[in-house]
């Protein structure tokens, strides 16, 4: 299975700040990277899928990059609503896996 | 919209069985893979399995060793998944999702349905 390794695995930041969350594949997935947002107690949502390119409807202060093994998500001014856990998924192989998970707190 | 609902979850015993249903609604059903994908209790998400849109390609994550079976009934727009000899380590939300192609992203996802695998 691929592995995905994300860092950090939680994060403290406050509103306004530039955050970013980085996720590692033990093998190259090309741009098959997808991101997203979980809240408490609600199902995940689709964030960023190709590496780069935003989900409908989510706001352009989320972005993502990268390809081969390195990627991040970076948001570019911290919104109140935009704490939460951030995950990522690799859909190169058939068998997905998702990242462990970055948790973003408020500072 | 699109609309995903589970229903079937509920405490199980340890060796127990539990079958899962997804309702979907909002789009052309047949013609996307469906995923369950697990979370449980304040652990980061598992991928569950996959099924594609005329229920020819089926992959299970290798954990759950073939306990599991995805189907679906694209007649009744519903997913399934049919849970066999659960172990407590099973105990999780269960989310049912709509898969787009290429990418495989997850676009829309269900509310979720909590098994408990417990004596």
């Known amino acids: 299975d691929i592995q995905m390794t994300q860092s950090p695995s939680s994060l403290s930041a406050s509103v306004g700040d530039r955050v970013t969350i980085s996720c590692r594949a033990s093998q190259s997935i090309s741009s098959y990277l997808n991101w997203y947002q979980q809240k408490p107690g609600k199902a995940p949502k689709l964030l960023i899928y190709a590496a780069s390119s935003l989900q409908s409807g989510v706001p352009s202060r989320f972005s993502g990059s990268g390809s081969g093994t390195d990627f991040t998500l970076t948001i570019s001014s911290l919104q109140p609503e935009d704490f939460a856990t951030y995950y990522c998924?690799?859909?190169?192989?058939?068998?997905?896996?998702f990242g462990q998970g970055t948790r973003l707190e408020i500072k | 919209e699109v609309q995903l609902v589970e229903s079937g979850g509920g405490l199980v015993q340890p060796g127990g069985s539990l079958r899962l249903s997804c309702a979907a609604s909002g789009f052309r059903f047949g013609s996307y893979d469906m995923t369950w994908v697990r979370q449980a209790p304040g652990k980061g998400l598992e991928w569950v399995s996959v099924i594609s849109g005329g229920g020819d390609r089926i992959y299970y994550a290798d954990s759950l060793k073939g306990r599991f079976t995805i189907s679906r009934d694209n007649s009744k727009n519903t997913l399934h998944l049919q849970m066999n000899s659960l172990r407590v380590e099973d105990t999780a939300v269960y989310y049912c999702a709509k898969g787009l192609p290429q990418f495989a992203q997850l676009e829309s996802w269900g509310q979720g349905t909590l098994v408990t695998v417990s004596s």
């Open positions: 998924q690799q859909s190169y192989s058939t068998l997905i896996t």
